[in-house]
């Protein structure tokens, strides 16, 4: 394995759990630096995404759900990007000082709330368009949950319209923009005037704050005879109001963890999905990314030694993605 000066040093910075619990459980730790096998790589992280799912494992709920018996100390992040430190004697696919980015959901060898994170190549990718290390980071969980909602689940087509709820959310206000891309009209539903804003920023066709608009008369104006389909990432009593306005015969698709589950009207189609990876899925998001303007928008950077007051702050309004700077 080729090894850099920096990877060679035995420890790194971490936040990590020594049990799971609050946010006041998130501690700034020296760990050893994780080990790569041959099909892995080493990232020398310099931002991480913070998930709205993060709280949820940080609370042990995860390994609950998954059956898994946690290793402590346990360090967060599902989503980071930075440089590549050291590559597998598999990997062929990547060199030291790419800057990539990458997803690993509850990766055993230790999350991106770490100075180095090992991934399996297979997870990782160079970086598209023009997007910033925190932009990087905030990306690939949630951008590619964005696509497999978009084509595989609801196989939108060109032409036909979309709601997107929670648009100006982590999901959401990617979504909106691939939707665009894949030529969909899309009916954006955003939280407070700034989401609204965010949302006619980004290229939505129509607008709506879903905290306070009537929804339903405006989704009747855009499209009189029903909306095609939606992609839904907050639920309650005013998503299910707002998906009767999907047509008969429409789709509907979220992601597991939205809570409450969303109430499909009768004649419609309802799945729920979790976001997928692979390289083909990856270099297809990237192909999107690239082929023209995209935001990754971050609404607020935190330092690594911050994390408790970045898990805090997910639970107030926000736009897009929180991040965690990482030196
Ligand atoms: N299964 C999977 O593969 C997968 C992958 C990624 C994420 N997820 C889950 O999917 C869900 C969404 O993820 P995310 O990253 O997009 O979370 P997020 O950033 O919290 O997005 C949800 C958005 O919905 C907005 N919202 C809530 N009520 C609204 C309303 N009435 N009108 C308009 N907007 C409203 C929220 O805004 P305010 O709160 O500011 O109002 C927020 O911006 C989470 O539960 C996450 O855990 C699942």
Known sequence: MAQTSQAKAQTMRAVALDKFGGPEALKIQDLPIPAIEAQEVLIRVEAAGVGAWDPFEREGRFVEIMGVEPAFPYVLGTDGAGTIAAVGKNVSRFKEGDRVYAAQLANPKGGFYAQYAAIKADNASLIPGHLSIEQAAV?????????????????????????VFGASGGIGHLALQLAKRLGADVFAIASGTDGVQLAKKLGADRAVDGRGDNVLEAAKEFAPNGIDAALVTAGGERTDRALSAIRKGGRIAYPHGVMPEPAAPDGVEIEAYDGETSPTLIERLNALIDSGPFEVHVDRTFRLEEASKAHEALSEHHLGKIALRIE
């Open 139 to 163: 990306l690939p969980t949630d951008g590619l949950t964005a696509l497999t909602g978009l084509e595989k689940v609801l196989g939108l087509k060109s032409g036909e319209s979309l709601i």
